[in-house]
């Protein structure tokens, strides 16, 4: 059981261009989200899943795609990358259907927009 | 606004001395709460929960207290030990959709022998 994995582990990318954070989980968890964790404001929610073609906003959507075509796949596309997306983002999920069960975090990748 | 909140960036204790952690919150509706503890490098695991309808979850080394009147919670860790050494976020379940966790923005725990 691999858990939930996460690459790259370290990305830099140029103002404006686009990239996929990988996410896969092989639990059979419904619940997949994505999180970006910056210094002084804890981690925040920017997408997550219920289940396979389900997706939904979190607290801080633009910038950001998501889709979940498969259980185990969560990709997060940034579309445009701006420096503000400078952070690192983890990839999360759960067995239960909503966020109050406990959520399983991949190591997380460390994006850096110059 | 920040709805979560944790006061304290850091706090440090010795080997074998109780460490309390605490979490303010500002919505009476939150019902749900978790602690979660982060490594360096390494993602977020989950530590403790605690129902709005109790007032203490106890695991192990590990008991949460929540004080609904005070929309207060803590985490108190007994006794301390140096691999508790890392960062803990306070997390509530939002009560308008409850796919969606809230974080607050972590205390640094350091245990030093």
């Known amino acids: 059981n691999a858990g939930v994995t996460q690459t790259p582990k370290f990305q830099v990318l140029k103002t404006g261009q686009s990239m996929t954070l990988q996410c896969a989980q092989d639990?059979?968890?419904?619940?997949m989200s994505w999180y970006r964790q910056d210094p002084g404001m804890g981690l925040r929610l920017i997408h997550y899943?219920?289940?396979?073609?389900?997706?939904d906003q979190g607290e801080v959507p633009n910038g950001y795609n998501v889709s979940r075509s498969t259980t185990e796949d969560f990709p997060l596309r940034l579309l445009s990358a701006a420096p503000s997306q400078t952070s690192v983002y983890f990839c999360?999920?759960?067995?239960?259907?909503?966020?109050?069960?406990?959520?399983?975090f991949g190591p997380g990748t460390r994006l850096t927009v110059t | 606004d920040q709805q979560v909140k944790q006061n304290s960036p850091s706090l440090s204790v010795q080997e074998g001395r109780i460490s309390i952690l605490n979490c303010d919150y500002t919505?009476?509706?939150?019902?749900?709460f978790l602690w979660y503890k982060k490594y360096p490098a390494e993602g977020p695991t989950f530590l403790i929960s605690i129902s709005s309808i109790k007032d203490k979850n106890e695991d192990g080394r590990f008991t949460v207290f929540l004080n609904k009147s005070a929309k207060h919670l803590s985490l108190h860790i007994v006794p301390s030990q140096p691999g508790d050494s890392a960062v803990y976020f306070c997390?509530?379940?939002?009560?308008?959709?409850?796919?969606?966790?809230?974080f607050g923005t972590g205390t640094r725990l350091q245990v030093f022998p």
């Open positions: 997390a509530a379940r939002d009560p308008y959709n409850t796919d969606k966790l809230i």
């Open positions: 899943s219920v289940g396979a073609g389900i997706t």
């Open positions: 639990m059979n968890h419904e619940y």
């Open positions: 999360a999920s759960s067995y239960g259907q909503g966020a109050a069960y406990e959520q399983y």
């Open positions: 919505n009476s509706m939150f019902d749900y």
